[in-house]
């Protein structure tokens, strides 16, 4: 084998594994997300279970803000109440109501997020309008639960917590992958 | 395919092209690599610029000269610019003109890719710096274009996106010419431990490129049909997580800032024995000590995301792995101090940029090794602390040891010696500025300064227009070298074979300039 013919194998071979490795970077994307479910992190969308014998600290109390928004769709969205006090352990339900301004049907998701970054942690949610889509026909409203517990972990420091949601909208073609969440739950 | 045989050709004809069309068609390695060089400097001034501007608005509290999207838009297509444009071809502007030369090869093995690796570049470097006229202007979310800013911004995000695909097709195709090159071209008797430094490091830089190029061209791609066409990757709306974005860039990103030091690793190897006059110290140990290194670095990134809201488990892993990486590197700069031991040492502009490089990348190093630990990088993340770390092992790291090694073989390149006294006002001039510039700004970021940010708390002035001041005083002192370049191009004494008397690697046999084809007939080693 003479050089070029040497230097065309080198070649190929490592054509090949750049092919490869721009494969990988995507393949990342299921890996990410299989690591996720296996560990349990970032399950915002999912429900959550209880341990039965959860005690209520009625000794403490934490104000619970509630926020609402929506993102690049023609919704109404916003909490009865915007805040509650609640003991930690304590099963507690509000009530958000969302409302289609728009003479079309609208698929929207809402994404939770919560402040103090902790607050992921401590919070459960056994009830929300988050674990699946929303599909709203034009103009109609709709009040929507969240049932929720704080764990009585939650470090004593912290006081005050917010809840916050954010619409956004679902195009036709979007929904594939949400359905994958859907059927998790 | 037509770049394979092309090299055959190269040199049967030996009348080649003048003017415009003998750098648009070269496929002559010393050309290619006259021309990544030139076009590296170029990028180095243009970023530069826009680094002196961050500066300019920094001088002072408050807002003065730049309104604040416009300050992210530089300090965003400063990184880009500095990291894609400067570090990286200057480096393989290096190993085109030294890797044939060191193990005797008569040019690269895939000549006419090698003139497309290059000719990649200026169209890509247009996109980029073109990004600042688009509607929206340049990307402003930070060199590591994090989504959801990068999701969410105007048609420069574009331009960007594509521009990092031009270069990282330019790098990859560069990387697989240079180890086609070692693995299959040596000079007989050059056995792989037998290669200079510069090769090894080379070749698992280039390794490592072609590993994770690849990568980011796969994450930008995401984004790209996240912005586009209505995929959901790094979009929370439709089940997409942007966390996931950091972990892929980082995936790439760890390792790319391996790929801007292990070259200048290796011109550093060469520097020092040549002017201690003594072997390298420990080579083989620096041969692994570099490939450990690479691997290690690729099970490190998540240290750049400590606060992005990681298990304890994870950051523990993350921490203990970055740290592990101190232990090789301590083992070079160990060789390097070993090699100067008892050397009969002279100190020529290259060795003062090499010994510069070697004080100033370990201070780098060991903040690297303070941001590593969790519970502190939790404090300095995001601030100017992160800056003054990664300034000292990539400029007093990678721009001091591509300085050095300019020095050092532009005799060969040119034919000429540099004026020995500007070259030393060039590197002190360098030393002092760079530190009055960047130690301060230790102070700053564990004072909690965040970094990206056009103005800053009352207290923070002072140091701030120190660092001001460094950063003139550094950009200037540029202008010099540009000055010793030219110089040295147009005339000076005329150098020697030889060049330096402690050169051992096989460039030092040739005439100086170097010839345009070297090695017709390889050397061999005994
Ligand atoms: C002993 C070796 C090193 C260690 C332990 C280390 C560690 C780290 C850590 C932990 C960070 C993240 C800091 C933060 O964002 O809070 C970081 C950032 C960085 N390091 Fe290093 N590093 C080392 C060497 C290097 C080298 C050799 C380079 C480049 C030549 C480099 C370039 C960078 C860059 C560019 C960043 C900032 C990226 C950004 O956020 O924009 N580091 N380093
Ligand atoms: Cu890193």
């Known amino acids: ?185 | 395919m037509a770049a394979v045989h092309d090299h055959d050709i190269a040199h049967a004809h030996d009348h080649h092209p003048t003017g415009l069309m003998r750098w648009l068609t070269s496929t002559n390695h010393k050309d290619i690599g006259t021309m990544y060089l030139w076009f590296s400097f170029i990028m180095f001034l243009t970023g530069g610029v826009m680094a002196l501007t961050i500066r300019a608005e920094l001088f002072q509290p408050g807002i003065q000269i730049v309104n604040p999207e416009f300050f992210n838009q530089l300090t965003t297509l400063h990184g880009l610019v500095m990291i894609f444009g400067a570090i990286m071809p200057a480096f393989v502007g290096f190993a085109n003109w030294q890797v044939p030369m060191m193990i005797g090869a008569p040019d690269m093995a895939f000549a006419r890719m090698n003139n497309w690796s290059f000719w990649l570049l200026p169209p890509a470097a247009l996109l980029l710096l073109g990004s600042f006229f688009a509607p929206g202007g340049a990307p402003a979310g930070g060199w590591t274009i994090y989504p959801p800013l990068s999701v969410q911004m105007g048609m420069g995000m574009d331009m960007t996106i594509f521009a990092i695909h031009i270069m990282g097709a330019s790098s990859i195709m560069g990387s697989i010419n240079i180890i086609t090159t070692i693995l299959n071209m040596r000079a007989p008797g050059m056995t792989l431990m037998k290669m200079p430094l510069f090769v090894w490091t080379w070749l698992i830089t280039a390794y490592l490129l072609v590993l994770v190029m690849p990568v980011l061209a796969g994450a930008v791609t995401m984004l790209l049909t996240d912005r586009n066409f209505g995929t959901n990757f790094f979009n929370a709306a439709g089940g997409g997580d942007p966390v996931m974005f950091q972990h892929i860039f980082w995936f790439f990103g760890h390792p790319e800032v391996y790929i801007m030091i292990l070259p200048a690793f290796g011109i550093v190897s060469e520097i020092i024995p040549t002017f201690a006059r003594k072997p390298l110290f420990g080579y083989s140990s620096m041969v692994y000590a570099t490939a450990s290194i690479a691997i290690l670095s690729c099970i490190v990134w998540a240290h750049h995301m400590f606060t992005a809201g990681m298990p304890v488990t994870g950051q523990l892993f993350f921490m203990y792995a970055t740290m592990l990486i101190a232990v090789p590197t301590g083992v070079k700069v160990f060789n390097w101090t070993a090699t100067m031991w008892r050397g009969s040492m002279t100190f020529e502009t290259p060795m003062l940029f090499a010994i510069g490089f070697i004080f100033l990348f370990t201070l780098g190093g060991f903040s690297g090794v303070v941001c590593a630990i969790v519970p502190i990088d939790i404090q300095v993340q995001d601030t100017y602390y992160v800056i003054a770390h990664f300034h000292y092992v990539l400029v007093s790291g990678a721009l001091f040891a591509i300085f050095g090694g300019a020095y050092y073989w532009l005799p060969k390149w040119t034919g000429h010696m540099y004026d020995e006294t500007l070259g030393k006002w060039h590197f002190w001039l360098s030393m002092f500025f760079f530190n009055l510039t960047f130690f301060v700004q230790h102070f700053l970021g564990l004072a909690g300064m965040p970094r990206r940010i056009p103005d800053y708390a009352l207290q923070f002035a002072d140091f701030n227009m120190i660092s001001s001041i460094g950063a003139f005083g550094f950009g200037l002192s540029q202008l010099l070298f540009l000055y010793v370049v030219l110089k040295c191009i147009r005339g000076g004494a005329k150098a020697s074979a030889e060049v330096w008397e402690g050169g051992k690697t096989l460039e030092w046999t040739l005439p100086s300039p170097a010839p345009y084809h070297s090695f017709e007939t390889p050397p061999v080693i005994r």
């Open chain 1, 1 to 185: 084998m003479n050089v070029t013919e040497a230097n065309s194998v080198v070649l190929r071979k490592l054509l090949i594994f750049t092919v490869i490795m721009f494969g990988f970077g995507f393949a990342l994307v299921p890996f990410y997300e299989k690591i996720c479910e296996v560990t349990g992190l970032n399950n915002l969308l999912q429900a959550d279970t209880l341990a039965e014998n959860t005690q209520v600290d009625t000794a403490r109390w934490v104000t619970v803000e509630l926020d609402a928004n929506t993102r690049g769709l023609p919704w109404q969205f916003k909490p009865l109440q915007s805040s509650v006090r609640v003991h930690p352990g304590e099963l507690t339900q509000v009530v958000y109501e969302v409302r289609n301004n728009s003479d079309r049907e609208i698929n929207g998701q809402a994404i939770p997020s919560y402040s103090p970054q902790l607050l992921g942690k401590h919070l459960k949610k056994l009830e929300c309008f988050c674990f699946s889509k929303q599909v709203l026909k034009p103009r109609e409203v709709r009040q929507m639960p969240v049932q929720f517990l704080i764990e009585p972990g939650l470090p004593t420091d912290i006081n005050t917590v917010t809840i916050s949601y954010t619409f956004f909208e679902l195009g036709n073609d979007n929904t594939a992958s949400l359905d994958i969440n859907a059927d998790q739950i």
